[in-house]
């Protein structure tokens, strides 16, 4: 019999991850998607399965984190074996405008899901895990950040998560259930959603590329993050479920890089070398050269001419409007840990993860750039 997985937050970035190592590793897989006014399902589409098919392995149920009767009813369906909670509404600066639902889905949500399998009668049969956050350390008390760094949360969003962090503890050691934080630090793919940090980059990255966009706004270049590939991390999670006890485990790559730095590594994917200068919110980025055989062979040489107008243009700068009223500066991770208790370790490195990411987006842009210059545009209703 194949393991039976429930994954909340299946539609996001690591829920689409997971769901297709988990299908591959044999596991029949459960997910819950938001109902939403458009398809939201883009990320798992090429795993999705028509409901006439006889003995699907992935099945997906409306439901939201914050219908406790809708969670509970679900998980007494399904009778998962593991369930990855995934789900929250994710995004750190969104937290401050919305702290309220934040605080239910990401906290209370988390509840729900343990009072539901202890009220089942299934905490002996269903283990949980819990998508805990570096965000948890915000102001920095430790560097690296481990299992036993304490924790300051900065936003809504880490306060909530807090709560969700603790609460798993809690279940696990007053009703012995098999219930763990995997404390991840960011994790990122071509499957990031297009808000974070990094996909903003690699995208607009590849738009001023392409001649598509021509000036990137950030918030504070200066932050700093332990990035890793979303593909290693969702192994992480799998193999946190597959240990005899529950322990909560910081996963991360042990290298912090600046958002600066970040932008250079991914102008540097198509051979545009970009400079910056000033400071706070006079900081701007130029581009003071262009590698050409480095642009043709990873853009094309048709886009060439155009790209080559970048020379000395600032292409980079700050709006304020992306700062958040308390930062994170600096997150790194320390996962000695998770390497010697887990055995995990991570394939890619951050070079790695650009490469893919600006791969990804190249192509993803000049699909639209085609689609636009053949006069295919993207459908819209107004036009
Ligand atoms: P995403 O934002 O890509 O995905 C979040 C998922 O949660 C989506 O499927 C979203 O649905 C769903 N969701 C949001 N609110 C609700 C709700 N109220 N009820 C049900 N589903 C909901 O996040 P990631 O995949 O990047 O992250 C996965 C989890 O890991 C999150 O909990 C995140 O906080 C946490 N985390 C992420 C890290 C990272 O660097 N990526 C690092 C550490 C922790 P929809 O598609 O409809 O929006
Ligand atoms: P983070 O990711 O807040 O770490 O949370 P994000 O990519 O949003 O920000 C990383 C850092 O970059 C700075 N920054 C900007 N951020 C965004 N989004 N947009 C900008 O224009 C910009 N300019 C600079 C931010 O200030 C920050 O310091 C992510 C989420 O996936 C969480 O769910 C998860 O828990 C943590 O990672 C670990």
């Given at each position: 019999m194949s393991k039976v997985a429930l994954i909340t937050g299946i539609t996001g970035q690591d829920g689409a991850y997971l769901a297709e190592y988990l299908l591959k590793s044999g596991y029949t897989v459960h997910g819950i998607k938001r109902r939403a006014s458009m398809f939201n399902t883009d990320r798992i589409d090429h795993l999705y399965q028509d409901p006439h098919v006889e003995n699907r392995n992935l099945i997906l149920h409306y439901g939201d984190l914050t219908d406790s009767m809708n969670i509970t009813r679900i998980i007494q369906e399904v009778q998962p074996d593991e369930i990855y909670n995934l789900a929250a509404m994710s995004h750190v600066k969104v937290s401050f405008d919305t702290p309220e639902y934040t605080a239910n889905a990401d906290g209370l949500g988390t509840l729900r899901i343990l009072e539901a399998v202890r009220l089942l009668g299934l905490t002996q049969k269903t283990r949980i895990y819990q998508a805990s956050t570096s965000e948890l350390y915000g102001l920095v008390q430790e560097i690296p950040q481990k299992?036993?760094?304490?924790?300051?949360?900065?936003?809504?969003?880490a306060v909530a998560k807090m709560y969700a962090y603790w609460i798993t503890v809690n279940y696990r050691e007053a009703y012995n259930m098999h219930a763990s934080n995997g404390i991840l630090f960011n994790h990122e793919s071509p499957l990031r959603g297009e808000t974070f940090v990094t996909r903003k980059i690699t995208r607009a990255v590849s738009k001023i590329a392409l001649d598509m966009q021509h000036e990137l706004y950030l918030g504070n270049l200066s932050s700093q993050r332990d990035w890793g590939h979303a593909k290693d991390y969702v192994r992480a999670m799998h193999l946190i479920l597959q240990q005899d006890k529950p322990s909560d485990y910081?996963?991360?790559?042990?290298?912090?890089?600046?958002?600066?730095?970040?932008?250079?590594?991914?102008?540097?994917?198509?051979?545009?070398t970009v400079a910056f200068s000033g400071e706070g919110v006079d900081e701007v980025g130029v581009v003071t050269a262009i590698d050409?055989?480095?642009?043709?062979?990873?853009?094309?040489?048709?886009?060439?001419?155009?790209?080559?107008e970048l020379m000395d243009k600032t292409v980079v700068?700050?709006?304020?409007?992306?700062?958040?009223?308390?930062?994170?500066?600096?997150?790194?991770?320390?996962?000695?840990?998770?390497?010697?208790?887990l055995g995990w370790e991570p394939k890619y490195d951050l070079k790695g993860l650009v490469e893919d990411m600006m791969r990804s987006d190249v192509k993803g842009m000049k699909k639209d750039s085609y689609l636009k210059e053949g006069g295919y545009r993207t459908l819209n209703y107004f036009e």
């Open positions: 299992e036993t760094t304490p924790f300051y949360p900065r936003s809504p969003y910081v996963i991360a790559t042990g290298v912090t890089t600046t958002v600066r730095d970040f932008v250079r590594m991914a102008f540097a994917e198509v051979g545009i050409q055989a480095r642009f043709v062979e990873s853009v094309g040489e048709s886009y060439l001419a155009k790209a080559l700068k700050v709006d304020p409007a992306y700062f958040r009223p308390t930062e994170v500066e600096l997150l790194i991770g320390d996962p000695t840990k998770s390497k010697t208790v």
